[in-house]
């Protein structure tokens, strides 16, 4: 079982920027690949950014592409989302996860966290 924690959510203007955190319980983060997935209210669950184990290897959704960085610190057991040029449309709540190998769809993920809201006024 591998417990998640997102944090760094909040209230942010159009064009600002947010570092969103998601910490592992467990001491064998490096052995997960890490997703960031995204709920806009009405909507399904997303895929916004994902990246493999060791971090050499990123993919992003079209829509974050450009605005959006994914990074892992496993020294910290932390994966970071890093969020600029923010959108009204980006207000969701955001999620990490976690599974063996990178992966874009949310039904292969194996560890999810409770969620973080994300609020872009305009």
């Known amino acids: 079982q591998v417990y998640l924690v997102e944090s760094g959510g909040g209230f942010v203007q159009a064009g600002g920027s947010l570092r969103l955190s998601c910490t592992a319980s467990?001491?064998?983060?490096?052995?997960?690949?890490m997703g960031w997935f995204r709920q806009r209210p009405g909507k399904e669950r997303e895929f916004v950014a994902a990246?493999?184990?060791?971090?050499?290897?990123?993919a992003y959704a079209d829509t974050v592409k450009g605005r959006f960085t994914i990074s892992r610190d496993n020294a910290k057991d932390t994966v970071y989302l890093q969020m600029y040029s923010l959108k009204p449309e980006d207000t969701a709540v955001y999620y990490c996860?976690?599974?063996?190998?990178?992966?874009?769809?949310?039904?292969?993920?194996?560890?999810w966290g409770q969620g973080t809201q994300v609020t872009v006024s305009s």
């Open positions: 996860a976690a599974r063996p190998n990178i992966a874009t769809t949310p039904g292969e993920y194996d560890y």
């Open positions: 467990r001491r064998t983060f490096d052995s997960y690949a």
């Open positions: 990246i493999t184990r060791s971090g050499g290897s990123t």
